[in-house]
């Protein structure tokens, strides 16, 4: 159960007038509403598809939903689908799909709110011997579900164009004008720049052209672009060039397939040079190409197909190798000697872009669900896909809700002038957001005028400037954009389906903001994600205060296996020393978050997360491969947590809490993780830890308390220290809070960051007064938990337990046992918003 109750400021004076007018004495909150469900299955991810989807445990992500057969569900060479509003498939509406080779179905219309049945079945090629059909799955559709309705390929095919150069059709329509300009353009200078880089290349002459396959790429990037712009005919004979270095001695499969981005990279300069060169190729010369193309093509499709609908997120394939794959297909696709086998493969990838895109399909936050790092990544197929898709089928795949969202996420995530306070490999480099990112959010801005991308692309028009990747988009684009900051932003916004949230007190201001992000989540940990589950970090003015710590160097080599990706490298909780495993099986979730003007709120579940030892084949060749084993020595292993809940609040402008509740089934070892860059002052009676900016000259004090005893240690060494060393890699700061020996305890971090020394914290039993804040936690476990913040001269009031806070001089009657309430300034007027915790929507409950 998840309900979130609200009441406007004339309601609650309603109610405070009653309770004025009758008794002190309120009525027993409802003591039958349950904190959290009971009996709710595991609610992670499947790496790789397990049960058909939907189904009556899952909460639709959109209206369509795709229907999805597991590959290992499918018995023939062929899968047809049936849907229905009846059970029994008598309707007069009852679809049955024809055979297809792929294991996903889009329907391409709305569904009627209410029940919806669906069974699938094997059959052979032509669909004449079906075989038994499956179970009925069934599943609802609500009136809340968003709405993203696809045409069906057909209509895409019948628009599809038929002349080259075809691959940017979507800029045919600026790229006349874009011509006439192209010199005064202020990116033409680094236009050329690139270009030139290519035309010193001597391709002729090279002998380890596959092993030099991005490096080709970017070429091929440099020269189609200026030669589309300036139609200058010495890029196209470089590219001309390009093109028969490749063909004139076909690669073996063990150069072209030696890894998936070698072949990608390689189409992709055959998809340039054919496209753009079309018309002046020789006849033997397009043959080659389009031979070699294919051989690509098909080599990926039988790999694919099946597989990718399947599988939860296959990085590369997303990062670029849909986009080139795409591209190979719709360069072919009318080719008669190809046609036959080419459309089947454009059509594949063009349901399944509808069906797991953009980013997994099952996210529509608009924040990157595996590993903010990695998010430049996906950025230009992210970019080109909806452009693409958009302009042939005459519909806005930028109505995607995930799209209406990135622009948002890239605030509150990748702030301008300050490093990314995001979760995953690579997260944790740079100073300033990637300049993709910026050129993304340029392109959101032109696109969909989302008001959060403006003022981005307005911060960062220098650094958007600097990408080369999006440079024929924008040099074709006007940008006439708003870039003024929205107006009424939010303080907190929480991503639901990623199990996200971020926290800023002054969001449009880096150099005042003091920033927090906070991680549990369905996805799990793995990729380009890692063992964080109920990690937070936070950073002041753009630079960290605490962080994970470790550096990636390498996806899986020792240091990252035990001293990045581990739970140790995290603001987080080792329990007996163990962690959480590589697995999207030790998972988290947001269960609550609201937010004010005052008080930002989270709660975040990862009683789920230390779920043992790392069991993804995967995970288990690296191990191996890196010499470790997987033993609690190491911090591995399965462990008798049995609770791991989380409340975080920011108290704008400068301070933090940190509640936990920690439970196990039998005594054991609380370990209380914090990480900093720099060096812990520690007092270990009045249990302060200090740190300090010298460059920007703010403190950031921790005052740390305990239901037990506890004793602190710091080191600045790692478990496993980065291969690479030097001063770009110092050592960081890693303090331990530790308590022995109890199956239930409690901590309460007050943190503290400001310009100047900040409060003393007084306490008085429960009661801590931070300045003008008075917190109210209860840290005996044997208790029922209680937090209560409250502030001297503000109204704004958070409680959580089961007491009738005072909201405003009179008593609130709680409606719900253990929820979360929050009174404070909400859209310029305050208001009550009472929260009990959400069950994550999950893709793979199996209760049906």
Not at 324 to 335: H, R
Request: net charge negative; charged share 20%; hydrophobic share 35%.
């Amino acid at each position: 159960m998840h309900t979130t109750f609200r009441l406007s400021v004339f309601l609650l004076f309603m109610v405070q007038l009653f309770c004025s007018c009758t008794s002190d004495s309120l009525p027993e909150p409802d003591s039958t509403q349950p904190e959290t469900p009971a009996g709710i299955p595991d609610a992670y991810q499947d790496k790789i598809r397990t049960q058909p989807y939907p189904k009556a445990d899952n909460e639709l992500y959109l209206n369509p939903a795709p229907l999805i057969v597991p590959q290992a569900m499918k018995t023939g060479e062929r899968l047809q689908f049936s849907l229905s509003r009846t059970e029994d498939f008598s309707s007069s509406e009852t679809l049955l799909s024809e055979p297809q080779e792929w294991c996903m179905y889009n329907l391409h219309r709305r569904l009627e709110v209410g029940t919806w049945y669906w069974r699938f079945r094997s059959t052979n090629l032509n669909g004449t011997t079906p075989g038994e059909w499956s179970a009925i799955y069934r599943f609802e559709v609500k009136n809340d579900t968003p709405e993203f309705v696809t045409p069906p390929f057909q209509t895409f095919l019948a628009n599809a164009p038929r002349l080259h150069p075809r691959i940017y059709c979507f800029l045919d329509d600026r790229i006349g004008e874009a011509r006439n300009r192209v010199t005064s353009h202020p990116e033409y200078a680094e236009l050329q720049s690139r270009a030139s880089q290519a035309l010193k290349a001597e391709y002729t002459g090279m002998t380890d052209l596959y092993s030099r396959a991005e490096e080709l790429r970017q070429h091929a990037t440099y020269l189609y672009q200026a030669y589309h712009l300036t139609q200058k005919e010495i890029y196209a004979e470089k590219l001309r060039q390009l093109l028969e270095a490749l063909i004139v001695a076909p690669p073996a499969d063990g150069q072209l397939f030696a890894s998936n981005f070698t072949a990608s990279n390689i189409a992709w300069c055959l998809v340039a040079a054919y496209d753009l060169l079309y018309n002046n190729l020789s006849a033997s010369d397009r043959t080659a190409a389009e031979e070699l193309m294919m051989r690509v093509a098909r080599y990926y499709y039988k790999v694919n197909c099946g597989f990718q609908e399947n599988h939860l997120f296959d990085n590369h394939f997303w990062q670029q190798n849909m986009r080139i794959l795409f591209q190979v297909a719709l360069s072919l696709y009318d080719k008669p000697a190809y046609s036959s086998e080419v459309l089947p493969m454009m059509e594949y990838y063009y349901e399944l872009w509808t069906a797991r895109a953009p980013a997994s399909g099952f996210n529509r936050d608009g924040i990157w669900h595996n590993g903010t790092g990695y998010f430049s990544a996906n950025i230009l197929t992210l970019a080109y896909m909806p452009s693409l898709l958009s302009f042939i089928s005459r519909y806005d795949y930028l109505s995607h809700p995930w799209y209406q969202n990135v622009g948002r996420s890239l605030v509150y995530t990748c702030p301008p002038g300050s490093k990314s306070n995001g979760f995953g490999d690579n997260s944790e480099k740079g100073s300033e957001p990637n300049r993709l990112v910026a050129a993304f959010a340029d392109y959101l801005a032109c696109e969909t005028g989302n008001s959060y991308a403006g003022w981005y692309a307005g911060e960062c028009r220098d650094l958007l400037r600097r990408d080369y990747e999006l440079r024929l988009y924008r040099m074709c684009t006007d940008q006439d954009y708003n870039t003024a900051f929205p107006a009424g932003a939010d303080k907190m916004v929480w991503y639901k389906d990623a199990g996200e949230v971020a926290m800023h007190s002054a969001p449009e201001d880096t150099g005042k903001d003091l920033a927090l992000s906070f991680r549990s989540s369905t996805f799990g940990s793995g990729s380009h994600t890692t063992a964080s589950q109920n990690a937070f970090n936070l950073l002041y003015k753009g630079v960290d205060v605490y962080r994970s710590t470790g550096y990636y160097q390498n996806f899986s080599d020792a240091h990252n296996l035990m001293s990045y990706r581990h739970t140790r490298a995290h603001n987080s909780l080792l329990v007996n020393g163990i962690g959480q495993p590589y697995s999207t099986e030790g998972y988290g979730s947001v269960m609550r978050a609201m937010g004010g003007q005052h008080i930002s709120y989270c709660l975040g579940d990862a009683s789920h997360a230390y779920r043992g030892i790392s069991n993804d084949p995967m995970w288990v060749g690296y191990f191996k491969q890196a010499g470790i084993e997987q033993t609690p020595e190491n911090g591995f292993g399965a462990t008798p947590l049995t609770k791991y809940r989380r409340h975080v609040l920011m108290l704008h402008p400068h301070t933090v809490i940190v509640y936990d509740e920690l439970e196990a089934s039998e005594a054991v070892r609380w370990e209380w993780l914090l990480h900093s860059p720099t060096e812990f002052k520690m007092d270990v009676t009045k249990k302060t830890l200090s740190t300090n900016n010298k460059t920007q000259g703010w403190v950031a004090v921790t005052q740390l308390f305990g239901g037990h005893v506890f004793t602190l240690s710091q080191t600045d060494r790692f478990v496993v220290p980065p291969a690479i060393t030097g001063a770009e890699y110092p050592n960081q700061w890693h303090l331990t809070a530790r308590v022995d020996g109890c199956s239930a305890t409690r901590f309460l971090a007050i943190i503290q960051v400001g310009d100047e020394a900040v409060p003393i914290i007084n306490r008085d039993g429960d009661t801590f007064n931070v300045g003008d804040w008075t917190i109210k936690a209860v840290l005996d476990a044997s208790k029922v938990p209680e937090l209560a913040v409250s502030h001297r001269t503000e109204q704004a009031v958070f409680s959580y337990g089961t007491d009738n806070p005072a909201l405003n001089g009179n008593f609130y009657s709680r409606q719900y046992t253990g929820s979360s309430l929050l009174y404070d300034e909400i859209d310029g007027a305050y208001q009550v918003v009472e929260m009990t915790d959400r069950s994550p929507i999950s893709t793979r409950v199996v209760n049906q």
